[in-house]
């Protein structure tokens, strides 16, 4: 059964966690991850990655030495992210929310980028703030929160936690298409 088809059908069962009914298209994959140093990258976050679209492409690009640590809660996409059984991933069955505990597990303390597709406009405001709050907190000076969203009405939430330091891009061939959102901490 092709990837495609397993999404949606999972989907379908968990549209209130996943918030659509399509993967990430490899013209939003390419376009998120366009300004990632690879190469200075030690430690990248994907929170949200689903069946892995965007997963496989961050995978062909890192560097020998850089991790990749996957945040997912749902359990069929979970095991499809650790059948990639790639050296460099790291799979946790763990909410965004937990973050910084879930890192520090792992000895990791500061990372490079964070790679988001949480549909963070149906998660409750309690729990997005938190992800938002820790998410800024373990990224590096200069660190980046990269962040798709299918409208513009994060963009206040984002603007609170990362002040002036935010730029807005549009993929239209995707579907839905997408904004995505570029965030860096500066201190």
């Known amino acids: 059964m092709s990837s ?7 989907a379908v069962k968990n549209i209130k ?14 376009r998120m991850l366009r300004e990632i140093n690879f190469s200075k990258a030690d430690v990248l976050v994907e929170l949200g990655p689903g069946n892995g679209a965007i997963t496989k492409y961050i995978l062909e690009r890192l560097s020998p030495k850089a991790t990749l640590i996957c945040f997912e809660i749902n359990d069929n996409f979970y095991r499809q992210l650790q059948d990639l059984k790639h050296p460099q991933l790291i799979v946790l069955k763990a909410s965004a929310e937990n973050i910084i505990e879930e890192l520090k597990k792992l000895h990791i303390y500061k990372v490079n980028y964070i790679i988001s597709s949480l549909p963070l406009t149906i998660i409750p405001d309690e ?23 299918y409208s513009l009405s994060y963009f206040k939430k984002l603007k609170k936690v990362f002040k002036e330091s935010i730029s807005l891009e549009f993929e239209p061939l995707n579907i839905p298409p997408a904004f995505i959102y570029r965030c860096k901490k500066v201190e």
Request: net charge positive; hydrophobic share 40%; charged share 25%.
């Open 127 to 149: 729990v997005s703030d938190e992800i938002l709050d820790r998410s800024f907190e373990i990224l590096a000076k200069n660190g980046s929160f990269i962040q798709f969203q």
């Open 17 to 30: 966690t996943l918030g659509t009914v399509a993967p990430s298209s490899r013209f939003l994959s390419k």
């Open 4 to 10: 495609k088809i397993k999404f949606f059908k999972e």
